[in-house]
C-alpha cells in the first residue's frame, strides 16, 4: 500500500493526500525527478512543463505523486531539495490533503538581490572572530534592512531563498534557523562591514534577529574597515 494516493485538488483538478499517519519529521513523499535538457524542456508539451523545476539551475521534470501537491501558506510539509523529499513539518492524519509552500518549488544560484546588496569577497568567518576590534552601540534599526533579504536557505535547500522575517513569520516551517536563533549567544557583538552606502552583517544575523525578539532597540556591534578584507578573505 502507498503512504499517499492521488485525489481531487487544486493542481491540475488533483491533489495528494495521506494514506496513513504520519509523525512529525518523517518523509511522506520521496521524489523521482528527472533531469531535463534544454531541448527535452523545449520539446514538452505545455500540460507538462507545469511540473518543471529549477534547482540550482537545472530542470527537473516531476512524477506522480509529488507533482500534485498542493500549495498552501500554512503547509504540513516542507520541501527538502537536497534529499528530493518532502518532510512533515507536524503530525499528520491519515485521509488529510499534503500540502506544502510552492513558492519555493524553484531554487536559482543567486537571486539578483544578493547580488545587489553583498559583499563581492567571500570571507572565513573565524577570522571576522579573531579581529582587534572595539565594540560599539548602533540603533536596531540600522540593520533591520536585514530582514527582508533571503540571505538564508529554506529547510532542506542550499539557496539564498528565505528572509529572516519569514522565519519569524513561521518558526515552525523553519525549525534549523528558528533553533540558530534560540541558541544564538547575544553576548558577542555583531560583526558588520560598510557596503554599497549601509551596515552589513558578516557575521551575527541570528544573533540580531534574537535581539529583535526580545524587543530591544540598540544591539552592540564592531564595525570592520574594509581594509581588513584581505584579513578575513577566505582562501580559495
Not at 493542481?11 to 531541448?39: C, M, Q, S
Request: charged fraction near 30%; include cysteine.
Amino acid at each position: 500500500m502507498s503512504d499517499v494516493f492521488i485525489d481531487k485538488g487544486n493542481l491540475a483538478g488533483k491533489g495528494v493526500f495521506a494514506n496513513r499517519d504520519f509523525k512529525k519529521g518523517e518523509t511522506v513523499i520521496n521524489y523521482h525527478l528527472k533531469p531535463l535538457t534544454d531541448k527535452e524542456l523545449e520539446d514538452l508539451i505545455d500540460d507538462e512543463k507545469m511540473f518543471v523545476h529549477a534547482h540550482w539551475g537545472i530542470n527537473y521534470l516531476y512524477a506522480e505523486p509529488e507533482r500534485y501537491v498542493n500549495h498552501s501558506d500554512n503547509p504540513n510539509t516542507y520541501q527538502d531539495l537536497k534529499n528530493k523529499c518532502d518532510i512533515a513539518l507536524r503530525d499528520i492524519t491519515k485521509g488529510e490533503m499534503i500540502t506544502t509552500d510552492a513558492t519555493k518549488d524553484d531554487v536559482a544560484t543567486t537571486p539578483q538581490i544578493i547580488k545587489d546588496v553583498g559583499f563581492d569577497f567571500d570571507w572565513d568567518s573565524k577570522k571576522v572572530w579573531a579581529l582587534d576590534e572595539p565594540t560599539v552601540e548602533m540603533p536596531m534599526n540600522e540593520l533591520i534592512w536585514h530582514f527582508d533579504i533571503p540571505f538564508w536557505d529554506s529547510e532542506g535547500t542550499d539557496a539564498y531563498n528565505l528572509t529572516p522575517k519569514q522565519v519569524i513569520a513561521h518558526p515552525e516551517q523553519e525549525p534549523t534557523h528558528w533553533r540558530m536563533i534560540q541558541e544564538a549567544d547575544t553576548a558577542y557583538p555583531i560583526d558588520i562591514m560598510e557596503n554599497k552606502g549601509r551596515w552589513l552583517i558578516l557575521d551575527g544575523l541570528h544573533r540580531l534577529v534574537k535581539e529583535h525578539l526580545a524587543g530591544k532597540t540598540v544591539v552592540r556591534v564592531r564595525k570592520i574597515p574594509r581594509r581588513q578584507i584581505p584579513e578575513i578573505e577566505r582562501v580559495k
